[in-house]
């Protein structure tokens, strides 16, 4: 079982930006794959960026439509963290934002942190 804690949401204002982090438990993190999802009110859990470990320092990475080229997600093992960067925020990005991990390095996500919520303000 993979501990995982998210950081980072807040209130901002549309066109704002928010770097949400997630630190992970576990000594190999570095052949995790690891994911954002989100979920708004009323509507189901969605996918957002995750990473694929490929091998070694390889990973694929991959986005929604709705927020690739404003969203980045990335990683620093050495302090078993994700982050999703997320730039030109809009009034629908409003949700909270989960971090889920998969050991086997996939993105069969079976462990899930316990979210944290981004406002975004029109």
């Known amino acids: 079982q993979v501990q995982l804690v998210e950081s980072g949401g807040g209130l901002v204002q549309a066109g704002g930006s928010l770097r949400l982090s997630c630190v992970a438990s576990?000594?190999?993190?570095?052949?995790?794959?690891m994911g954002w999802f989100r979920q708004a009110p009323g509507k189901e859990r969605e996918f957002v960026a995750g990473?694929?470990?490929?091998?070694?320092?390889?990973?694929?990475?991959d986005y929604a439509d709705s927020v690739r080229g404003r969203f980045t997600i990335s990683r620093d093992n050495a302090k078993n963290t994700v982050y999703l960067a997320m730039k030109s925020l809009k009034p629908e990005d409003t949700a909270v934002y989960y971090c889920?991990?998969?050991?086997?390095?996939?993105?069969?996500?079976?462990?899930w942190g316990q979210g944290t919520q981004v406002t975004v303000s029109s």
């Open positions: 889920a991990a998969d050991p086997t390095g996939r993105t069969v996500y079976n462990n």
């Open positions: 576990g000594r190999t993190f570095s052949g995790y794959g």
């Open positions: 990473m694929r470990w490929s091998g070694g320092s390889v990973y694929y990475v």
